[in-house]
């Protein structure tokens, strides 16, 4: 008998069944693709995120995953997938997770296999409150912010500057309103009123920044627009006067008391002709 022509058979039989089976097994395999109807939203718009599939599997979906500039997961969902493969998913841009503006990169899942496009969103979300404490006293100012997000906030009432410590996903813009009652840049220094306006000075980490003010701010405001580059830690705002840290209440006692010595002296003469003679 010959065993060699035998095993030569047994051999090549095994290689025909390994090649069907790889065969088969790359045919089962599935493919994804994945994109979005506009390159770039803005808060409100719909977003639609659509693709294909190769190898459909009956009630097998296609997962999506939306990441914003932090990378935090914005949004997921499954979606369902017609006969032909193909599927669509549209949701409105928007919400507490998708507030920062940047890129934000999309996910789409098929049976172990998975692709990814980006998207650019610009928030443009109402403003932001943000309390900062100065002297013990609690203060609101107003923000936005695109490229990052806003991380501390700090004043410096003898340097009359607040500082915005900021984490940054590229080059941005740093939006502030900042109410008069609380940060002043006028030509009578340290002041809360008198004279004229002037431009407050901005500083990114250490070096001067560009700044806009609107023209039409909300009563009682100035509206800064400050540039950042991707990296900036600190953003710094010099005016010339911060509410002081004992408080408006106490200011405004101090104002009492001092119209009360004036009309005090006006109506007497001087402040000894009222007091007790001995």
Request: charged share 15%; no cysteine.
């Amino acid at each position: 008998m010959d065993y060699k022509a035998y095993a030569l058979m047994a051999i090549l039989l095994a290689s025909v069944a390994s090649v069907a089976f790889v065969g088969t097994a790359y045919a089962q395999t599935s493919s994804v693709t994945v994109g979005t109807d506009e390159d770039s939203y803005t808060t409100g718009d719909d977003i639609t995120i659509s693709g294909t599939v190769t190898n459909v599997q009956t009630g097998q979906q296609v997962l999506i995953r939306v990441f914003n500039p932090l990378n935090a997961l914005a949004r997921t969902d499954p979606v369902a997938v017609a006969a032909d493969g193909s599927w669509t998913y549209t949701f409105p841009s928007g919400g507490p997770l998708m507030r920062e503006s940047g890129d934000y990169r999309v996910i789409a899942g098929y049976r172990g296999v998975s692709e990814e496009t980006t998207f650019a969103f610009v928030a443009t979300d109402s403003w932001r409150p943000w309390t900062v404490n100065i002297g013990g006293n609690p203060y609101v100012i107003r923000y936005q912010i695109t490229g990052g997000s806003l991380q501390t906030v700090a004043a410096d009432v003898e340097l009359s500057t607040m500082a915005f410590g900021i984490s940054t996903t590229g080059n941005g813009t740093l939006k502030l309103q900042l109410p008069r009652a609380v940060m002043q840049a006028l030509t009578v220094e340290g002041m809360p009123t008198g004279g004229t306006d002037v431009d407050y000075v901005a500083f990114a980490d250490g070096i001067e920044a560009d700044i806009e003010e609107a023209t039409s701010p909300a009563a009682g405001t100035r509206e800064l627009s400050i540039d950042f580059e991707a990296g900036t830690e600190d953003i710094e705002v010099v005016g010339t006067w911060i509410v002081p840290e004992f408080g408006a209440i106490a200011a405004i006692v101090l104002a009492v008391a001092i119209v009360g010595i004036i009309v005090a002296t006006a109506r007497y003469g001087k402040l000894n002709s009222f007091l007790p003679r001995l």
